[in-house]
């Protein structure tokens, strides 16, 4: 099970940190990722993290101002969003990878960026 929070409504140029826990497996064996959904458009890729934190795969538009991390202690991946902008409003979504599958996702956090 996966749930993602820290979304809310915030002003260009401002920071957001995502956070994602996820129960009931060994979070430290799955790939977990993150997605974004904007108003009227359809899920696209955001971000990615192996198991380990050893490899990191962004989308090439947002490397710079998006980072993705992961504590396997407290089985959370965060997802921190600097300087943003009108275009990052979407409903966010944490996911978690199975055998080259995204097959566990979480509820989504809706971030809001007011300009």
């Known amino acids: 099970q996966l749930q993602a929070s820290g979304g809310g409504l915030a002003q260009a140029g401002a920071s957001l940190r995502l956070s994602c826990a996820a129960s009931?497996?060994?979070?430290?064996?799955?790939?977990m990722g993150w997605f974004r959904q904007p108003p009227g458009k359809e899920r696209d890729f955001v971000a990615a993290i192996s198991g380990d934190s050893g490899i990191k795969t962004f989308i090439s538009s947002l490397k710079g101002r998006f980072a993705i991390s992961r504590d396997n202690a407290k089985n959370t991946v965060y997802l921190q969003i600097d300087s943003l902008k009108p275009e990052d409003t979407a409903v966010y979504y944490c996911?978690?990878?199975?055998?080259?599958?995204?097959?566990?996702w979480g509820q989504g956090t809706l971030v809001t960026v007011s300009s």
């Open positions: 009931g497996r060994t979070f430290s064996d799955y790939r």
């Open positions: 996911a978690a990878d199975s055998r080259g599958t995204w097959a566990f």
